[in-house]
């Protein structure tokens, strides 16, 4: 019986490496020292290739090609041109107040204050825009018109309280101030501007156009101014009212007839019939309803010309070179 003995060696750096018994080894780091036990027999391990890193790559910096004071000039320029018109009005308002001021009379050109919008505005009207744009704000009056005046004029009080066959009576005459008002409705109703009433017409004239304001005419109709309603639409200025004259029976004051009559009248009594009798006057008399007719429709012209008609145009860059107004009866 013949007994085989394979021998390993416990050193697998100097084992055969043809054998494939042994078990697969880590290769060595390059960085580890040699193993002991190494020989001149065995070969020196190769070493791995080794790359020297190479100078890192820096990109070029990207310098603006335009300066930053070129950048600044032109956006201060594109602001001048779009706000060319109020930035030459205020220049030319500093230049007369320093030339004022130094005592130089010199005569500037005249330009007129303006926004950059309010031209794009008034170049781009139509008279399809302007009518209804108009028509919007006279819709939108809410107050009506009111035409005062004062007026004059004289009443007598007159107590009579006969005794039997004695006559008893006193009366005075008084000077007295009335103010009144008539009304204009500016607003009478949707229905009152319809098309196909008349009582609103819009005409352009002339378009706007570059440096020039259109133009444009207005005619509208409203209802005839009202006079005082009632009593109570009537005042009576009493620092302005006085007693002018005085009569009286002969019986007066004697025979009891100062005592029964006391012809000191009580001022209410006084201002109800100066009251009534200024209301008299304000609806019948010609002489006062006719200023107080007038003074309503001059009130009514003035407000609607002035405070919606015209800056309504204007912002649209039109001028409103005739306007007009009729009365009619509803």
Same mark, same amino acid.
């Given at each position: 019986?013949?007994?085989?003995?394979?021998?390993?060696?416990?050193?697998?750096?100097?084992?055969?490496?043809?054998?494939?018994?042994?078990?697969?080894?880590?290769?060595?780091?390059?960085?580890?020292?040699?193993?002991?036990?190494?020989?001149?027999?065995?070969?020196?391990?190769?070493?791995?290739?080794?790359?020297?890193?190479?100078?890192?790559?820096? $990109?070029?910096?990207?310098?603006?090609?335009?300066?930053?004071?070129?950048?600044?000039?032109?956006?201060?320029?594109?602001?001048?041109?779009?706000?060319?018109?109020?930035?030459? $009005?205020?220049?030319?308002?500093?230049?007369?107040?320093g030339l004022h001021l130094i005592g130089v009379n010199v005569h500037l050109p005249n330009i007129r204050f303006? $926004?950059?919008?309010?031209?794009?505005?008034?170049?781009?009207?139509?008279?399809?825009?302007?009518?209804?744009?108009?028509?919007?704000?006279?819709?939108?009056?809410?107050?009506?018109?009111?035409?005062?005046?004062?007026?004059?004029?004289?009443?007598?009080?007159?107590?009579?309280?006969?005794?039997?066959?004695?006559?008893?009576?006193?009366?005075?005459?008084?000077?007295?101030?009335?103010?009144?008002?008539?009304?204009?409705?500016?607003?009478?109703?949707?229905a009152w501007w319809k098309p196909a009433t008349g009582h609103y017409q819009l005409r352009v004239l002339r378009?706007?156009?570059?440096?020039?304001?259109?133009?444009?005419?207005?005619?509208?109709?409203?209802?005839?101014?009202?006079?005082?309603?009632?009593?109570?639409?009537?005042?009576?200025?009493?620092?302005?009212?006085?007693?002018?004259?005085?009569?009286?029976?002969?019986?007066?004051?004697?025979?009891?007839?100062?005592?029964?009559?006391?012809?000191?009248?009580?001022?209410?009594?006084?201002?109800?019939?100066?009251?009534?009798?200024?209301?008299?006057?304000?609806?019948?008399?010609?002489?006062?309803?006719?200023?107080?007719i007038n003074a309503a429709e001059s009130e009514a012209t003035t407000m609607i010309r002035n405070n919606f008609?015209?800056?309504?145009?204007?912002?649209?860059?039109?001028?409103?070179?005739?306007?007009?107004?009729? $009365?009619?009866?509803?």
């Amino acid at each position: 019986m013949v007994r085989i003995v394979i021998q390993r060696t416990a050193r697998p750096d100097l084992a055969d490496p043809a054998d494939e018994t042994l078990p697969p080894t880590q290769p060595p780091r390059y960085t580890d020292p040699y193993p002991q036990g190494y020989t001149r027999t065995r070969p020196r391990p190769d070493t791995a290739p080794y790359w020297p890193p190479g100078p890192r790559r820096r $990109w070029p910096r990207l310098r603006p090609r335009i300066p930053r004071w070129a950048k600044w000039a032109i956006i201060i320029g594109l602001v001048g041109f779009v706000f060319r018109r109020a930035a030459a $009005w205020a220049v030319l308002a500093a230049l007369s107040a320093g030339l004022h001021l130094i005592g130089v009379n010199v005569h500037l050109p005249n330009i007129r204050f303006g $926004w950059p919008w309010q031209s794009i505005t008034s170049g781009s009207s139509t008279s399809t825009m302007v009518g209804p744009l108009v028509l919007q704000k006279i819709e939108g009056i809410s107050r009506p018109a009111l035409g005062t005046e004062h007026f004059n004029f004289v009443f007598t009080h007159k107590v009579s309280k006969s005794i039997a066959f004695w006559p008893c009576w006193y009366s005075a005459t008084f000077y007295a101030v009335g103010q009144a008002s008539a009304t204009v409705d500016l607003n009478p109703g949707p229905a009152w501007w319809k098309p196909a009433t008349g009582h609103y017409q819009l005409r352009v004239l002339r378009e706007p156009a570059p440096g020039a304001s259109g133009q444009l005419a207005v005619s509208m109709a409203l209802p005839l101014p009202q006079l005082p309603q009632s009593v109570h639409d009537v005042t009576v200025d009493n620092t302005l009212s006085k007693p002018i004259s005085t009569d009286h029976s002969f019986t007066y004051p004697g025979f009891g007839c100062g005592a029964l009559i006391q012809p000191q009248f009580s001022q209410s009594v006084l201002y109800a019939q100066a009251q009534g009798m200024a209301f008299y006057q304000a609806t019948h008399l010609a002489s006062v309803t006719r200023p107080l007719i007038n003074a309503a429709e001059s009130e009514a012209t003035t407000m609607i010309r002035n405070n919606f008609i015209q800056p309504t145009v204007n912002a649209l860059g039109y001028t409103l070179t005739q306007f007009s107004i009729r $009365w009619v009866a509803r």
